[in-house]
T-cell receptor, first 113, second 113 residues
Framework: DSGVTQTPKHLITATGQRVTLRCSPRSGDLSVYWYQQSLDQGLQFLIQYYNGEERAKGNILERFSAQQFPDLHSELNLSSLELGDSALYFC????????????FGEGSRLTVL | AQSVTQPDIHITVSEGASLELRCNYSYGATPYLFWYVQSPGQGLQLLLKYFSGDTLVQGIKGFEAEFKRSQSSFNLRKPSVHWSDAAEYFCAVAITGFQKLVFGTGTRLLVSP
């Protein structure tokens, strides 16, 4: 158990819909990262937050957004969903704002039908 | 652009045999390198990391990796594989002041009896 909690574990929805994925980092970790894992793209970095502020941005679509709240949990919002958004979305956390060891949650598997 | 290449998509090793998983990186500055393992249905777990110093690093579960700057490689090794090592292994490099990890495409390890 990494200490990172992601909900929901599985989510099935339809194209055009909007979903929110939630992540609770390990106790004491200020930094949260979101990654997307799909068969064709592999593990892609989406975005990083540190203590509530956006720190780095990767291949995140404009239809996607994220935020980190004062209690340090984070949410990834995916809107206008397309079939290609079906993937495993991982949240990870680390102690400081720099990348050392990332602790990954078990992921949220999104299926868009 | 920074990248990580894992040339082997699948590798099958007999239980008790030695293992070497290949990783090559492309990065202009001194890289910070990682190996992660993903068991089925699980998140990623850090096996080991290289930041500086001794080029042979030891990790958990009996794994080690050697950084070779001249070959831009960071290969993962284990002298004797156990059936429980069957998983997917990801090499990663930290870029842009450590703020995110770039992952390779992964190598799936199968262990035969």
């Amino acid at each position: 158990d990494s200490g990172v909690t992601q909900t929901p574990k599985h989510l099935i929805t339809a194209t055009g819909q909007r979903v929110t994925l939630r992540c609770s980092p390990r106790s004491g970790d200020l930094s949260v990262y979101w990654y997307q894992q799909s068969l064709d793209q592999g593990l892609q970095f989406l975005i990083q937050y540190y203590n509530g502020e956006e720190r780095a941005k990767g291949n995140i679509l404009e239809r996607f957004s994220a935020q980190q709240f004062p209690d340090l949990h984070s949410e990834l919002n995916l809107s206008s969903l397309e079939l290609g958004d079906s993937a495993l979305y991982f949240c990870a956390s680390s102690v400081a704002g720099t990348t050392g060891e990332l602790f990954f949650g078990e992921g949220s598997r999104l299926t868009v039908l | 652009a920074q990248s990580v290449t894992q040339p082997d998509i699948h590798i099958t090793v007999s239980e008790g045999a030695s293992l070497e998983l290949r990783c090559n990186y492309s990065y202009g500055a001194t890289p910070y390198l990682f190996w992660y393992v993903q068991s089925p249905g699980q998140g990623l777990q850090l096996l080991l990391k290289y930041f500086s110093g001794d080029t042979l690093v030891q990790g958990i579960k009996g794994f080690e990796a050697e950084f070779k700057r001249s070959q831009s490689s960071f290969n993962l090794r284990k002298p004797s594989v156990h059936w429980s090592d069957a998983a997917e292994y990801f090499c990663a490099v930290a870029i842009t002041g450590f703020q995110k990890l770039v992952f390779g495409t992964g190598t799936r390890l199968l262990v035969s009896p």
